[in-house]
């Protein structure tokens, strides 16, 4: 497992809560999935530029198996009621060597406390995980 794999730093959000961004992984399956459920149509919109309320199994497949080297995702973590969910995510995907798609993602009670910043500052290329 490479070094980005095991990514993880800490960021305050605007309100003062502490929440930890970190590489997204295999085994975050339940929480992605459930992260999904979270979001609104209109913010799910946003990102996937269509209506979307769920994945499919290749869509869960292709946003969980990340390399971090061509395709870089962090999920942010906040702890609720004693355990850290994701809410928010950030990826870029390399198209062409120096471009890259980049796409962000964030559950809408937690929009506007700054994780979309914060997950751009990590996936940024003074402190990307690769």
């Known amino acids: 497992m490479s070094e980005a794999a095991k990514y993880s730093a800490i960021a305050t ?36 530029f269509a209506a979307k309320r769920e ?15 061509n395709h870089v995702a962090l999920a942010a973590r906040v702890e609720e009621g004693g355990r850290a969910m994701i809410v928010g995510g950030g990826r870029y995907i390399v198209v062409q060597p120096g471009k890259a ?22 996936l940024g290329p003074t402190n990307s995980p690769i």
């Not at 993602?105 to 910043?117: E, K, S």
């Open 13 to 48: 959000l605007r309100d003062g809560r502490r929440i930890e961004i970190c590489a997204l992984r295999p085994d975050d399956r339940d929480d992605l999935i459930a992260a999904v459920g979270r979001a609104s149509g209109q913010s799910l919109y946003r990102r996937f």
């Open 55 to 69: 994945f499919s199994e290749k869509e869960i497949t292709f946003f969980l198996n990340v390399d971090f080297v």
């Open 101 to 122: 798609e980049v796409a962000f993602a964030v559950v809408d009670q937690y929009q506007g406390q700054g994780i979309g910043g914060a997950l751009m500052r990590h």
